[in-house]
């Protein structure tokens, strides 16, 4: 019996009865090795874990059972199989007719190899980890916590998905939101804070005129029904004192970064025509600025992003190269390039150019005009975090204006029936209201 080994799969994140259970189980055939799934093994196929993969391994380690925790890197268990051959992997049975079937079959095979054998026990009844999932959702985060998940994001995934939200309630869309896809279930990993749509909601041209005052509101009201990271739009952060002041109060409510861009001056958006260029700040000038919020920061999570305003301005892509390789010298934690061009070459020479200097650090793309390139083709070129910057208040507005209409055309509300939800799934959506 010493001598037998036993591998057994998992993520550690939420341990419950069903864990103890197969572990017990697992240890009464052997040596009971735990592969821990990585963090990037995790978050290729659903949410990234809640504790680290150090935090994981010291509470698994520690259970009884368990004889010593070695990492699986890949969501598939058989290349560890491989790696390790044991006598015996172990397994509930709720593998048969779920998302795991196809490795279920991988594993089988890959267990012929060497005489191994597979142990399926039944799936231990009333537990349910969705539900265990969504009932820590409404416990909340905290801002240490919310503030060091990009950071994890970015070390995990080959692309960070980050959605506009622009109030409360469309945190929660982008907080809930899921699609289950072959390849496992997708949803957005975090949330952007635009200026536009912020000011947009509150009628208001965005001018950079909303003061951190007042866009801090809005962004509470993300804060206090979400769990996911936020990026916040910094415009061109203001004048240094005040962009410190706006990396503190950041920091201090679990934001995970800040963007600013390289202009100067009032702001007016880079999608309106050419007779909204501005001027851009030197180099001299944007890089103290990145410096001096980086000084400001007391964790070593929180971001500064350096948007690069080049390009769209009208400039050359060496002429955006050399500010950004710039900004990364003063300290920048990633580079935001953007771009007005519909083809994306310029943004994809900007990439490829840019990697071969920095292999490293995070590049951010916003595809809203080159909207045609799938995430993969633009992690392809070196970016790691994707912003869709303004599509759901652009989904938003028509969608309420045909409702108003649909009710002045009928003289009543009930022809509006058919595109609005029912009353009772929206309060639903509303934590504690259930």
Not at 188 to 202: A, I, N, P, R, Y
């Amino acid at each position: 019996m010493a001598n037998k080994t036993v591998y057994l799969g998992m993520t550690g994140d939420i341990i419950h009865p069903g864990i103890i259970n197969i572990i017990t189980e697992g240890a009464r055939h052997g040596e009971l090795i735990v592969g821990l799934l990585t963090d990037s093994a995790i978050a290729s196929h659903k949410r990234l874990p809640y504790l680290t993969y150090e935090q994981r391994k010291s509470v698994v380690e520690n259970l009884k059972g368990v004889s010593r925790v070695v990492p699986q890197e890949d969501w598939n268990y058989v290349p560890n199989l491989k790696k390790y051959r044991p006598d015996y992997i172990i397994h509930g049975d709720d593998w048969k007719s779920n998302y795991l079937s196809k490795i279920r079959d991988e594993v089988y095979e890959a267990m012929k190899e060497w005489g191994g054998e597979v142990i399926e026990i039944p799936y231990t009844q009333g537990i349910n980890s969705s539900a265990l999932v969504e009932n820590a959702k409404t416990i909340g985060t905290t801002p240490d916590v919310r503030r060091a998940t990009l950071r994890r994001l970015i070390a995990a995934k080959p692309v960070v998905r980050i959605m506009e939200v622009h109030s409360g309630l469309s945190g929660l869309i982008i907080e809930n939101t899921a699609v289950q896809k072959e390849d496992g279930l997708h949803t957005f990993d975090g949330m952007w804070s635009s200026s536009l749509t912020d000011s947009t909601d509150k009628g208001k041209p965005d001018i950079e005129a909303v003061d951190l005052t007042t866009r801090m509101q809005s962004l509470t009201d993300i804060l206090e029904c979400t769990t996911k990271p936020i990026i916040y739009d910094g415009d061109t952060g203001g004048i240094t004192e005040h962009f410190v002041f706006t990396v503190r109060t950041l920091e201090r409510n679990g934001v995970s970064a800040v963007i600013i861009e390289d202009k100067k001056g009032l702001k007016k958006n880079s999608l309106l025509g050419t007779e909204a260029k501005q001027v851009l700040a030197t180099e001299e000038e944007f890089c103290h600025k990145i410096s001096e919020g980086k000084k400001a920061q007391v964790t070593n999570d929180f971001m500064i992003i350096a948007r690069i305003e080049e390009i769209i301005a009208g400039y050359s892509v060496d002429d955006a190269l050399s500010k950004a390789f710039a900004a990364v010298k003063a300290g920048a934690d990633g580079i935001m390039i953007h771009s007005k061009d519909k083809s994306g070459n310029d943004i994809k020479e900007f990439c490829e150019r840019f990697r071969k200097e920095y292999k490293n650090i995070p590049l951010v793309l916003v595809p809203t005009t080159y909207n045609q390139f799938t995430e993969k083709e633009l992690s392809g070129w070196g970016a790691n975090i994707i912003i869709y910057a303004n599509h759901l208040l652009r989904a938003a507005y028509p969608a309420m204006v045909n409702c108003a209409e649909t009710i002045l055309r009928s003289e009543r509300s009930l022809e509006a029936n058919g595109i609005c939800m029912p009353i009772k799934q929206i309060l639903e959506l509303i934590p504690g209201t259930k």
